[in-house]
Antibody, heavy 115, light 110 residues
Framework: QVQLQESGPGLVKPSETLSLLCAVSGYSISSGYYWGWIRQPPGKGLEWIGS???????YHNLSLKSRVTISVDTSKNQFSLNLSSVTAADTAVYYC????????WGQGTLVTVSS | QSVLTQAPSASGTPGQRVTISCSGS????????VNWYQQLPGTAPKLLIYSNNQRPSGVPDRFSGSKSGTSASLAISGLQSEDEADYYCAAWDGSLDGWVFGGGTKLTVL
């Protein structure tokens, strides 16, 4: 069974960089599929942030592209998200998931942007 | 403002059949497959339907999906109290070169 687990700080200051890690187990990232990040502000809907292939090829949400960096570490079977210059609008539950059909999800981690 | 449009709420009584709609455009639903997700309160979304009408293993056949033109629908038959959740549609958008989601429909079982 494919399992994903997000980790990272739950509180980030405005203008700083949000950094999250997603550890994958039960499936080798190098075997295929894109892997991605989706977020959900409190009480709101889902928003795709971006996706990455094991080769490093990425796709990003155009509305966030200039602030988003997604990278992959196949040796550790994990991928990461960096979102720079955060504001309160970036407060959300951040999910990592296997992209394509988004069939396997992490439990999500709440990141609050506040001073 | 979501790229895919869903009604914010829907409701039904136990045993009833309800339909949730998702409206898009030629750049997303019109040319790409639609997925549906169920999100129970406080949990991560769960894949319910993929490729317009395919059910992952373990999803009851009470759930079905369809697509016509630039719209898609999720139907739930034999409604049960545990179906009370938020439902989201999603598709790849070729113009935006990215994934787009509907705003979600909150289903209430009366």
């Amino acid at each position: 069974q494919v399992q994903l687990q997000e980790s990272g700080p739950g509180l980030v200051k405005p203008s700083e960089t949000l950094s999250l890690l997603c550890a994958v187990s039960g499936y080798s990232i190098s075997s295929g599929y894109y892997w991605g990040w989706i977020r959900q502000p409190p009480g709101k809907g889902l928003e795709w942030i971006g996706s990455i292939y094991h080769s490093g090829r990425t796709y990003h949400n155009l509305s966030l592209k200039s602030r988003v960096t997604i990278s992959v570490d196949t040796s550790k079977n994990q991928f990461s998200l960096n979102l720079s210059s955060v504001t309160a609008a970036d407060t959300a539950v951040y999910y990592c998931s296997r992209s394509g059909n988004w069939d396997f999800w992490g439990q999500g981690t709440l990141v609050t942007v506040s001073s | 403002q979501s790229v895919l449009t869903q009604a914010p709420s829907a409701s039904g009584t136990p045993g009833q059949r309800v339909t949730i709609s998702c409206s898009g455009s030629s750049s997303n639903i019109g040319r790409n497959a639609v997925n549906w997700y169920q999100q129970l309160p406080g949990t991560a979304p769960k894949l319910l339907i993929y490729s317009n009408n395919q059910r992952p293993s373990g999803v009851p056949d009470r759930f079905s999906g369809s697509k016509s033109g630039t719209s898609a629908s999720l139907a739930i038959s034999g409604l049960q109290s545990e179906d009370e959740a938020d439902y989201y549609c999603a598709a790849w958008d070729g113009s935006l070169d990215g994934w787009v989601f509907g705003g979600g429909t909150k289903l209430t079982v009366l």
